[in-house]
């Protein structure tokens, strides 16, 4: 069973592009979370989400992120017009039962490194 | 501010050593509790878990310690090994919402032989 999978492992952007993580769960999972963490820092929630549902979106920025995660297909966070302050280590999680419901452990993937130039 | 954090950024035991990983949390309507660790360029990994009504809960050679009086929360590790060198979180979930567990800043163990 293979575990919650995400690419690309680096990521390197001009400033202004657009940034595309992907994240798939492990498998039976249904609840995908994105965590952002800085350099010596925590990690800090940004989005939760099930299956073409965003379940709580209150620690993602307001402006130039946005997340999904389609019927079919893994979760994408989308990075619009990068600026250097999204440098940051992207980590998605997944549960198989929803957040309030369950033991709470979530299943980390090996993250996303996005430098932003 | 953060509702969890940890009181030392950095700790260094001697190899076979016991450690003690200890974190504070102010939000007094959290109910549960888990311990990551991550080592350098991978993802948090589940090491133990707490619930509000436990004081104690032991797993292989760790052990997580919860004093609610004042909202402190440790992770002992016995007989340190080369292996345990990491950053460990303690997060905390505040119960009733579907936003995930909060996060504290992280302490790094570093083993010494």
New interface residues.
């Given amino acids: 069973n293979a575990g ?1 999978m995400q690419n690309p492992r680096h990521l390197v952007r001009r400033r202004g592009q657009e940034a595309r993580l992907r994240c798939s769960p492990m498998k039976g999972h249904s609840h995908v ?1 994105w ?1 952002r963490q800085l350099p ?6 940004m989005v ?1 989400l099930q299956k073409e549902n965003i ?2 979106e ?2 993602m920025p307001k402006e130039r992120f946005s997340a999904e995660f389609p019927k079919e297909g893994p979760s994408i966070l989308r990075i619009q017009q990068v600026v250097r302050g999204d440098s940051a280590a992207y ?1 998605c ?1 997944s549960s198989p039962l ?3 419901r369950n ?9 996303s490194r996005l430098t932003v130039l | 501010g ?1 509702s ?1 954090g940890l009181h030392l950024p950095t700790l260094s035991v001697q190899e076979g050593d016991n450690s003690i990983i200890n974190c504070a949390y102010s939000n007094s309507a959290s109910d ?1 509790f ?1 311990w ?1 660790k991550q080592e350098s ?6 090491i133990i ?1 707490i619930r509000s009504n436990m004081d104690k809960r032991q797993g292989q050679r760790v052990t997580v310690l919860l004093n609610k009086t004042v909202k402190h929360l440790s992770l002992q590790i016995a007989a340190t090994q080369p292996g345990d060198s990491a950053v460990y ?1 303690c ?1 905390e ?1 505040t119960g ?11 302490t790094h163990l570093i083993i010494q032989p």
Avoid at chain 1, 40 to 45: I, S, V
Avoid at chain 2, 41 to 46: L, Y
């Fill in positions: 919650v979370y965590y010596e820092e925590g990690l800090k929630f939760y379940i709580d209150s620690g980590f999680a929803p957040g309030t033991t709470g452990e979530l299943f980390f993937g090996e993250g | 953060e969890v549960y888990i990551y360029g991978k993802g948090p990994q589940f878990d979180f997060a979930r009733g919402g579907a936003d995930g567990l909060t996060f504290g800043k992280g």
